[in-house]
Each structure stands twice: as C-alpha cells, then as structure tokens.
C-alpha cells in the first residue's frame, strides 16, 4: 500500500517574506507613496479567492485569468486607500511579478531534509495548497518539485 503525506505549500515548506501586504507596501514604497502596514494587512486578510473557500469560484474559469481577478481586488484596494485610479491599476499589475520574485522567496531549513526522510521511509508527498497558478513553477524554482509527485493549487481549480 502506498503511503502519502499532504503538504500545504506556503508557511509549510516554503515561505515569501511579508506575503500578499509586503508586496503591495514594496509596489507602495517604489512610487514613493506611504500607507500604514497595518492598512494594507487588513485588506490582505480578505477579498481574495481563499478567503471564501467554502464555495466555487466559477468566475475563476471564465474569460478572466486568475491573476485578471485578484488584480482587480488589489487594484480597488489601492483605490481605497487613496491611490489615483490610473495609478491604481499599474501597481495592481505590478503585483503578480513582484510577488513571485524569487529572492523574496525561502524554503525553511528543515523542509529538504524532512522530505527526503520521509521518502526513505516509503512516504510519496503531493502539495495540495490554496496558492497562486504559478505554484508548480515555484517549486521548480526552489529546487523542491522533486520531492513530489503532484503539485495542486487552488488557484488552478474550480475552488479557491
């Protein structure tokens, strides 16, 4: 019988410093324009896809992206907290290329070490993780698709 483990992907194995509210304050802070951390925090913690898990996303399948979706939040978050709306939208498409910047990304000490036990015990990992599109490319970036033998994000299905 073979044996799986179920990993969740970011603050597990992997982890972006500051997440979602870092980038948008980094995105902020290059046009020079200074909002409380803790606004942009607030605004992190809901409005997008993950935070209303319990019901499909069809919106998510149509003739939008993903990225198309969450940029329009990010982009009325901006608006919101007093950014011009024409500036708005470019700091809200700044966000995807930002946020995957690979040198904000870290995998934790003990995760390559941890994967590589568990393998030798017989252990098939699978990444199941409400994350971005781009998961399974990160996880190549950080040197860590290896180690599975799927990689899903919710980003990619039907429920966010």
């Known amino acids: 019988m073979k044996k799986y483990i179920l990993w969740d992907f970011d603050c ?6 500051g997440k979602w509210s870092k980038t948008m304050n980094d995105i902020l802070v ?7 951390y803790d606004s942009l925090r607030a605004f992190m913690g809901r409005g997008l896809p993950w ?4 019901r499909p996303h069809t919106e998510l399948l149509g003739n939008k992206t993903w990225w198309e979706h969450v940029e329009s939040y990010l982009e009325s978050v901006f608006v919101i907290l007093g950014v011009r ?7 809200a498409k700044e ?6 910047d690979l040198s904000q990304w870290h995998v934790y000490e003990d995760t390559v070490e941890t994967l590589e036990k568990l393998s030798e015990e017989g252990y ?3 990444i199941a993780s409400n994350h971005v599109p781009e998961l399974q490319q990160l996880c190549e ?3 860590l698709d290896q180690y599975f033998e799927k990689i899903y994000s919710s980003a990619l299905m039907e429920y966010d």
Do not use: G, M, P
Request: charged share 30%; hydrophobic share 35%.
């Open 12 to 17: 597990t194995l992997a982890y972006r410093d």
């Open 30 to 36: 290059s046009h020079r324009i200074n909002i409380a």
């Open 51 to 54: 935070h209303e898990f319990e």
């Open 85 to 91: 709306e024409v500036h708005a939208k470019a700091y």
């Open 95 to 100: 966000f995807k290329d930002r946020y995957l």
């Open 124 to 126: 098939t990992h699978i």
């Open 141 to 143: 970036q950080l040197n």
